[in-house]
Each structure stands twice: as C-alpha cells, then as structure tokens.
C-alpha cells in the first residue's frame, strides 16, 4: 500500500480485492485499520470489522482476523444514512395500517448490467396491480432505453428516476418495493418496506437467504433464474395479502434500527482512544 504523506488516523478498507497484505502494509502510516466484508473468505489485519451479515457469526471470522480485533456483526451496524432513521417511526407507523399498494418501489442496483429492471415491470404490468411506480437507476445504466419502454407498458404512472438525493423518502412513501440484496437491503428494512427480492450478484446470496430464513423478503432466488411471471405472481400475491405485508414489514424492522452508523462511530472511536 502506497504510503499517504501525513499519514490517517483511520484507515477504512471496503474492497473484496483486498486482505492483511494490503492492511499490513499501510500500519506504516494508519495509527488503525476499519474494514467493511461480507464474505468471510480471507485473511484481514484489522483493529475492527463490520460485517452486516444478519447470521453472521465470531466463530466465521476466527480464521481470518487477528486476537484483539472487535467484530461488528449483523444489522445492527448497517451503515444506514440518518434520514432513514428519522423517517423509520412514520413508515412503520403505515405499514401496520391496513390500505392497499398504491405505490411501488423498483431499485435493482445503480447500473443493473443484467437489466433485471425490465424484467420486474414487465411483472408488475402483467400482475393486475394498480399501484404507480418509481424506478430508480444511475445515469449510467446501459439499459435505460428498455427500462423506459418497459415502464410505458405499466398501466399506472411510472417514473424512472435518475442520481435520487431522497431515497427514504421513496421507500417511505412505497407500500412495496422489488429490489436487489445488495446495501439498500438495510435501508428498506429500516422503513419496514416490503419487498420482493432479487440476488443480482453473487456477494448478496448468503444476506438474501438469511433475509428469506427470517421473514423479512419475499426472495425470487438468483436474477438469472427471475422471470417476468415469477415477478408478477409474487407482486399480486403480497398485494392480495395485506396481513403478509405486515409481518414482512416486521420482520425486516426487527432487523436494523437504523442506528447502526452511531454505533460504527463509537467503534472506532473506542480504536482511535486505544
């Protein structure tokens, strides 16, 4: 690891390509080291690790890390940004009424290389649901054309947005969502959003089946395998079912609070007074 000039007080290390050879190197100039996995598959040098993984536990990290290193395990430390705790007790306060699904959330990732999209509002449109959708992706999708064209066959309103700066506001406002394994996982949670899951990359595959295993999604399996007609009959089957919706919602509450970037602070703030 190149050597940073003056040097950190902090070194995060958030990257699958990268173990102990490279967190060694910088102790030279990083008084600590904070790194941020979810696969348990290799050797850290570290003073701290986050891992969200809801059934994650120390005996998977016993290899990997060194005596001393404080683990961080499961939501309770998902890095959630504070506008979705502040909207958490008015969204949960909603899902435990009774109302049907007006509104539907698609997030499958910022670029969706698979366009994983389309194929989830094809099944929204085929479903029968009359909700309006947001459909949110980066600028840089390579798919945003069909996912235009795919959103004008969905009888409802249909918006595809682009870079949203008030995501929670999206999830808090949507009765349902289908979404991808990935971070914004936590952010539903937080919200108690209901959601049809899709795994759209091979590091989500162990949290979405813990997510399943708990509850807390509707999983549709391996986005590859995801068809149009899997996404449209698990849509009006939640939509049908508004007593499922809620223990989905629930369940997922139950999960992450929210605070788990407070507590990742005060971590690290322990790391840096040790």
């Known amino acids: 690891a190149a050597a940073w000039p003056e040097g950190c007080d902090i070194l995060v290390v958030d990257h699958y390509g990268l173990d102990s050879a490279f967190e060694e190197a910088a102790r030279g100039w990083a008084k600590g080291v904070v790194v941020i996995d979810?696969?348990?598959d290799r050797r850290h040098a570290c003073d701290l690790l986050?891992?969200?993984?809801?059934?994650r536990t120390e005996a998977d990290y016993a290899a990997w890390v060194p005596a001393g290193c404080r683990l961080l395990l499961g939501p309770r430390y998902?890095?959630?940004?504070?506008r979705f705790a502040a909207l958490r007790r008015s969204a949960l306060a909603r899902r435990a009424t009774a109302h049907p699904v007006r509104r539907m959330l698609v997030s499958l990732g910022g670029t969706d290389p698979a366009d994983v999209t389309s194929r989830a509002l094809e099944g929204?449109?085929?479903s029968g649901v009359?909700?309006?959708v947001d459909v949110v992706l980066g600028r840089v999708t390579p798919h945003l054309d069909r996912v235009r064209a795919a959103a004008r066959r969905v009888p409802r309103a249909t918006r595809v947005l682009s870079e949203v700066s008030d995501m929670a506001a999206l999830m808090a406002k949507a009765d349902l969502a289908v979404g991808a394994g990935g971070t914004t996982t936590w952010e539903r949670c937080c919200l108690g959003l209901p959601t049809v899951l899709v795994t759209t990359?091979?590091?989500?595959?162990h949290q979405a089946a813990a997510l399943a295993a708990r509850g807390a999604a509707l999983h549709l399996g391996w986005?590859?395998?995801v068809t149009a007609e899997k996404v449209a009959a698990a849509v009006a089957r939640l939509a049908d079912d508004g007593a499922e919706r809620r223990r989905l919602a629930l369940a997922a509450a139950?999960?992450?609070?929210g605070e788990g970037a407070s507590r990742f602070v005060a971590a690290v703030s322990e790391v840096l007074t040790a």
Do not use: F, G, S
């Open 78 to 82: 998902a890095l959630v940004r504070p």
């Open 223 to 225: 986005h590859e395998e």
């Open 130 to 132: 009359k909700a309006e």
């Open 201 to 205: 990359a091979r590091n989500q595959e």
């Open 50 to 55: 986050v891992d969200t993984a809801p059934d």
């Open 124 to 126: 929204i449109a085929r």
């Open 254 to 257: 139950e999960l992450c609070d």
């Open 38 to 40: 979810d696969l348990a």
